[in-house]
């Protein structure tokens, strides 16, 4: 379990950022001195964390070695995990560029292809459904002023 | 009895054709509205205000205000059926309601949540007619230390519903709270943590957080597992979409206790909905016998928030129209439709404009009943949303996110941060650290820390002034009551831990 | 018209504005909608102007105006865009004081504000009122100066953030008579509003929408505005000017401004409209009720007014230590 660690080192992080930013006094706090704060704050309750996971995997270690080893059995996914985010990315880098309707289209297909049983048609259908569809909702009904084709 | 005058006035002034008509029709939008993703009361608000301006400011004003309680119906209908919150309060839905609808049991939970929305609502208004003006009065006496300690009392609330460990219920809070420091500090006017992008000068997109920590890593992880290639189907039957007397009886004692809590802390300007709906979830947890049922689709769960939000989304009506103080950014909106027309929000505008304070009251009773009637049958139709193929849904789904935070901000770079809590709202999945939590602290942080400068600036650096006023005493020492139950009763899951989520693949 | 054809007119278009042969094709600016851009929220100050005068906008330009909001870092974000944006004039903001101070805050300013746009004219004004609590005890502007003078480094006065007009001028009428107030920001004018009508500061500078209604009802007192002459909608309350700061005047000030680069004569045809549209009556009454009074510029006027603003806030926000500080 990495979570109490890398919260430790997020906390740390804010901690040591704060000081680039004026502390202040009690009195009249500077903008550093909440983050402050809350680095050491987070930092403490990460510690907790860290701890309570080891004591944790001792007392059920060898069932957590289990689950590993059954991780690792299988290939790791990368479609389901990395598909489903680049489309998010896509629709951000298109929707400026090349317009709505573009965008949502290369969305759609790009998050279908995380699923392996979904057929290159069925997304293609999914695909223009839902550029009809948004476009209806959004653009004539809501009238978000949506550029549909940019070019 | 003057509480009689009162509804008399209101209902005469609402009953006319026009004003019925832009009742239906701001519900019916603020509900289709709150279903779709990011589309919450503010987009919506802000796309129909112009309409306000060629109608009569009661009738307008009676649009908006059905647009903002309607949208509350909607949002806990996306986050039961498709765990897709757009707001911190109805994150607190996705707890329990998500649960439910992988159970099959998504109509009862639709079907108990209007309900109570109805309850609370309908609490918050007997507030109204009986008690507005002294209401407002009270919510001027709350200084800068005291609304401190209230935000303190919601994050020890929502800390203290995490299921795996009030330490990581902490952390998450705190987390969140550094997310808040994001952007223009208020004090000093200094950007903090922006790495110099202009973007950032007001701070992360919350709508961008929940659906990223919500929406998008759910999604990630029901096609990582597979989980959704052997979900549960929904029935559609018509037994089976409405709850069981077992639902009824475990209800009605949270819906009551969320509408008085609801109602209350609605009525403080800024803070209400979503620090009521964590402290309702919070008090529910604590009192309840089986506090580990919470989190798995416990009714009580989603009842009681959904209670005291929606009494809280009414009660916010009365600093905004009797004070001209406007709770939130929706508040404000409403408040400026006045002004337009020439109407000053402020203590006299009950004497002033009696038809229009007490139309829009009797408006709420109104539009919350049609909201009732709506919903109940429109249950077997959303809940037939998911008997369409998972795999067919989520590419939808995805771009419904995307559509929606863009339509709020017009700014690409909320898709981007779309894309960024959606890996992190993954990764804390696989670590058992709860997103719930981080949407309260974020949401609050800058408040927090706004309110615990001021606090200093005026008592010239003395932290008694959080000890020395009653109020403030008495919700630090409620928060330090919570606390500690919370650490001498752990709710320990750690062991069992949460099947539906655990992902082993 | 077929779709060909306006491809094929398109293209033409293109070519001779490239080759800097504007005027011919764009005589017949604007042909489609136009977008009003507003730099913060629905309901902001800003927001309500862009609304209010919208439709008559769309009347006087023969096309429809859609406002369009794109909120960040008091507008600067949106104005930031607007500048780099097509000059082709289909993209009209409504710029606010803020460009002339909130630009210097960042250790990189995004933009001139004199000499980054096309500047069209302006639109309106809104002067601050100084409000105390009627609780508070003086009942003028020189009362309230003695006042703070007798109790030195105790009273209390919000802004609606650092740096903003408001907290600015308050300094200055602090320095000028030689008082010592301690500064509390809040954010946001109906916050900064709010804190003293609940006592927990004891003035405020405020922009006149937040402060208005509490006001009319007596709720707050009116001590000093900041217009150079009376404002009409507060005609009985002195000017700062004839009072404890002589010589001193500002208001925020709301304007519209395009792309650098847009054509002259695209910026008469949208200023022209848009001061027609402001002499509506309904504009006119509509502003008012916001707390804004309408003024139109021409082009020229208002740029030479908005180069002189961006260099007197800029001096200010030196003389305070916070140009350049973000």
Known sequence: ??????????????????????????????????????????????????????????????????????????????????????????????????????????????????????????????????AIFTSTVFVYLLGIPFRLFAV | MAVFDHIATGFTAVFTLQKLLYCFFGVFMGMLMGVLPGIGAMATISMLLPITFYVSPDVGLIMLAGIYYGAQYGGSIASILLNLPGTPSSAIICLDGY?????????????????????????????????????????????????????????????????????????????????????????????????????????????????????????????????????????????????????????????????????????????????????????????????????????????????????????????????????????????????????QPGPTVIESHPDLFWGLVASFVIGNVLLLIMNLPLIGLWVKLLTIPYRYLYPVILVLICVGVYAVSSNVYDVVQVFLFGIVGYLMMRAKLEPAPMLLGFVLGPLLEDNFRRALILSRGELSVFVERPISLSLLLASAALIAFSLRRPVAVAADGDQSREVSR | MNAISNIVIGAIAATMSAAGVTTAALAEYPERAVRMIVGSVPGSGPDVLARSMSEELAAALGQPVVVENKPG??????????????????????????????????????????????????????????????????????????????????????????????????????????????????????????????????????????????????????LAVSSAQPFPLLPDVPTFTDTVMPGYSAAAWYGLFMAKGTPDDIVAVVNAAANQALSDPNVIERFANAGAAVETSTPEQFAEFVAAEAARWKKNLEELGLAGTR
């Open chain 3, 73 to 222: 870092a008091a507008g600067n974000v949106a104005a930031a865009a607007i500048s780099r944006g097509d000059p082709d004039g289909y993209e009209i903001f409504i710029g606010t004081i803020n460009m002339a101070i909130a630009t210097w805050l960042p250790k990189e300013p995004p933009f001139d504000p004199a000499t980054d746009f096309a500047i069209v004219g302006r639109v309106a004004s809104i002067p601050d009122v100084l409000v105390v609590s009627p609780e508070l005890g003086p009942k003028s502007i020189e009362e309230l100066i003695e006042l703070a003078r007798s109790r030195p480094g105790e009273l209390n006065f919000s802004s609606p953030g650092v740096g903003s007009l408001q907290h600015m001028g308050t300094d200055t009428m602090a320095t000028m008579n030689g008082i010592e107030m301690v500064h509390v920001p809040y954010k946001g004018g109906k916050a900064a509003t709010t804190a003293v009508l609940a006592g927990e500061v004891d003035m405020f500078m405020a922009g006149m929408p937040p402060a208005i209604p509490h006001i009319k009802t007596g709720a707050l007192l009116a």
């Open chain 2, 99 to 343: 649960p439910m609808a992988k159970q099959g049991r998504a109509g009862p939970a639709i079907f108990l949540t209007t309900v109570a929305s109805f309850l609370g609502s309908m609490f918050a208004v007997i507030l109204l007619l009986t008690i507005a003006p002294l209401a407002a009065r009270l919510a001027l006496t709350f200084g800068a230390a005291d609304y401190f300690s209230l935000m303190i009392l919601g994050l020890v609330a929502a800390a203290s519903l995490a299921r795996h460990g009030v330490a990581r219920g902490l952390a998450m809070v705190a987390v969140g709270l550094i997310l808040g420091m994001v952007g223009t500090d208020v004090t000093s006017g200094t950007y903090r943590f922006t790495f110099g992008l202009l973007d950032l000068a007001d701070g992360l997109s919350i709508i961008a957080m929940a659906m990223g920590l919500f929406g998008v890593s759910e999604i990630i992880s029901n096609l990582v597992s597979g989980a959704h290639r052997r979900r549960v189907p929904q029935s559609i039957a018509f037994r089976d979409l409405v709850p069981v007397k077992k639902d009824l009886r475990q209800s009605s004692g949270p819906v009551a206790r969320g509408g008085i809590i609801g109602a209350f802390l609605g009525i403080l300007p800024g803070t209400g909905a979503s620090i009521a709906s964590f402290v309702a979830y919070g008090f529910e947890k604590r009192i309840s016998k089986v506090p580990g049922e919470f989190g798995k689709g416990h009714v009580p769960g989603i009842v009681a928030p959904e209670s005291a939000n929606n009494a809280a989304a009414q009660a916010a009506f009365i600093p905004t129209l009797t004070l001209g103080i406007p709770g939130d950014a929706v508040m404000a909106l409403m408040m400026s439709a006045l002004i337009i027309h020439g109407i």
């Open chain 1, 1 to 130: 379990m990495l979570a109490g660690p890398v919260l430790l080192l997020f906390g740390a992080a804010v901690f040591a950022a704060a000081w680039t930013y004026e502390i202040g006094e009690l009195r009249r706090m500077g903008p550093g001195y909440f983050p402050m704060l809350l680095g050491a704050t987070l930092c403490l309750f990460a510690a907790l964390i860290a701890l309570q996971d080891a004591k944790d995997r001792i007392s059920s270690g060898r069932r957590a070695r289990r689950t590993i080893r059954s991780g690792t059995g299988n290939r790791f996914q990368w479609r389901p995990r990395i598909l489903p985010l680049f489309a998010i990315l896509l629709f951000a880098m298109l929707l400026e560029t090349a317009g709505f309707v573009p965008a949502v289209i290369a969305a759609v297909a790009t998050a279908g292809f995380a699923e392996r049983s979904n057929s290159s048609l069925a997304i293609a259908v999914i695909a223009a459904a839902t």
